[in-house]
């Protein structure tokens, strides 16, 4: 639906029928578990997250890296610092960079706190000398919506930043228990019955949604229309 807020409670979300329909547009933001929500960071929590064995472990091998880390998820939202290189990089070969990519979050998976093994590429671009290369998570082939693994990669091989927002603790079924059209008519029937209102007809394509629900995450299975 074109619109950004919702009118209806949070509350809602735990019924059955309705955490299927893809309404995570119509959510307030504080409600989604992505970057840049929440009331803003603490610095005690950023400074424990800066102390974790895995991150000093990645400090002492790649030097002075700064990083905001994302209250939510405990994954770095925002790092950079000395260049890393990749082993096997090479930029005129997109298949070739990717995997050097890979390898690089393989071996760099506890500290970034994600695996490798459920992102699926989005974005390959270069830019001048910069390529920006983004995955998205996924949950048993279903994208997480709000995730998001972004890399700043030189054309000569070498990572200078990063960014991940990552939920590494998923658990939901991912059988829907309404069909598309269903939700749609549900959904449209939560706006008012508007006919104004556009839904697009979208697909039978089922996500997966933090949500942020009284302090606690929980994960939701949607459409998006």
Do not use: C
């Amino acid at each position: 639906a074109n619109r950004t807020h919702s009118p209806y409670p949070l509350s809602m979300l735990r019924s059955p029928l309705l955490f299927l329909i893809a309404i995570a547009a119509l959510l307030p933001p504080s409600a989604i578990g992505g970057v840049g929500s929440g009331p803003g960071f603490t610095a005690s929590i950023q400074a424990h997250l800066t102390r974790t064995p895995a991150w000093r472990s990645f400090l002492s091998r790649h030097g002075g890296w700064a990083t905001t880390w994302n209250e939510r998820t405990r994954t770095p939202q925002r790092a950079y610092g000395p260049a890393v290189p990749l082993p096997v990089f090479d930029p005129a070969d997109e298949t070739s960079g990717e995997k050097a990519i890979r390898s690089f979050l393989a071996t760099e998976r506890e500290a970034l706190g994600l695996d490798p093994d459920q992102l699926r590429l989005r974005r390959f671009q270069r830019i001048g000398h910069i390529f920006y290369v983004s995955f998205v998570q996924t949950h048993r082939g279903r994208e997480v919506l709000h995730s998001e693994v972004e890399l700043r990669v030189h054309e000569r091989g070498s990572v200078m930043a990063l960014g991940v927002v990552y939920y590494p603790d998923i658990v939901v079924s991912v059988i829907p228990v309404l069909a598309m059209a269903g939700a749609r008519d549900i959904a449209r029937n939560h706006l008012g019955g508007d006919t104004q209102v556009s839904i697009s007809p979208g697909d039978d394509r089922t996500f997966v949604l933090p949500v942020e629900d009284d302090g606690e995450r929980r994960y939701r299975l949607v459409y998006r229309f």
